[in-house]
């Protein structure tokens, strides 16, 4: 029925079909999740507020890179927004804006890629495991070439509470390259 190469190609073309979907669940695009544990009855409602919470406070995060300004408090419980917006500031500002400009380049762009590993909601808490691979670029003054940097799978921990009908963040942890050292 099936001569030696066409099963190769059939084959072959199962692979790749399998490799795509799999990066599609890997990759994901800015809210797909590859794994999802909802450990109450929680509504289905409840995972997605609190994911979009999740991937909004973390695109706010590392928008610090360009704009400074960037609104992150309002991501965070009114009893911890203060000194988690200011410990985010502040680590921001020392390890990614003041030695760019010690070093002359400023950055231009960022593209944030979270992909969920755990999601537990419990009442009206939630505790959230999820791997972040960030993209910025930067550039040098003078110069028409940007230069990307990547950093993959940074693991970020958060606990949330839902207040008011909304989810939000109580306590957020990450590891990248420099909380690393």
Same mark, same amino acid.
């Given at each position: 029925?099936f001569? @030696?190469?066409q ?7 199962l ?29 289905d ?19 610090l #890179?360009?704009? @400074? ?8 419980? @009114?009893?911890?927004? !203060?000194? !988690?917006?200011? *410990? ?16 002359g ?5 960022? &593209? ?11 009442? &009206? ?15 040098f ?6 230069? #990307?940097? &990547? ?10 509470? &839902? ?17 690393? *050292?």
């Amino acid at each position: 029925m099936f001569r @030696p190469l066409q099963w190769k190609r059939l084959i072959a073309s199962l692979i790749v079909f399998v490799a795509g979907l799999a990066s599609l669940f890997v990759s994901g695009g800015s809210t797909a999740t590859a794994f999802s544990l909802v450990a109450s009855p929680s509504s289905d409602r409840d995972l997605v507020a609190v994911q979009q919470t999740i991937v909004q406070a973390l695109e706010a995060r590392w928008r610090l #890179m360009i704009d @400074p300004q960037v609104n992150i408090k309002s991501f965070y419980d @009114p009893d911890t927004s !203060e000194q !988690e917006e200011s *410990r985010e500031r502040a680590y921001v500002r020392r390890h990614y804006l003041e030695p760019a400009a010690r070093a002359g380049f400023r950055y231009t762009s960022v &593209k944030v890629h979270p992909v969920f590993e755990n999601v537990e909601i419990s009442g &009206k808490t939630a505790k959230v495991q999820v791997f972040v691979s960030v993209e910025y670029e930067s550039m040098f003054p003078g110069s028409n070439e940007a230069v #990307m940097t &990547k950093e993959a799978n940074i693991p970020y921990f958060a606990t949330l509470a &839902k207040r008011d009908g909304h989810w939000l963040i109580v306590k957020v942890s990450g590891q990248d390259t420099y909380s690393k *050292r």
